[in-house]
């Protein structure tokens, strides 16, 4: 799977430059994962690896795309499970699937 981006020719150059990365950094987002039962949201991901939201949020959406981690559905509200970020807002939580 190659590296987002937004058809920009600075964006394509910036998703080229990480491609080699992309295996690696998929990897160490779900090994994550699989340790937090609960699951995280995209905030608790970029805290414990020191990354960006970009790249956080990036990484578990392919996870998401392969199969590798899903939301799942609060039966109450029928909306995926949330938790408070830093700054206080709602975040979906991803868990491994």
Known sequence: MNAPHNRTETSQEAAESIGDLLPGIRKTVYELLKKFPCGLTCDEVEQR????????SARLNELQETGHASLRINPETKKPFTRKTRS??????YFVS
Request: no cysteine; glycine share 8%; proline share 0%.
């Open 49 to 56: 690896l020191n990354v960006r939201h970009q790249t956080a």
């Open 88 to 93: 206080g807002r709602n975040a979906r939580i």
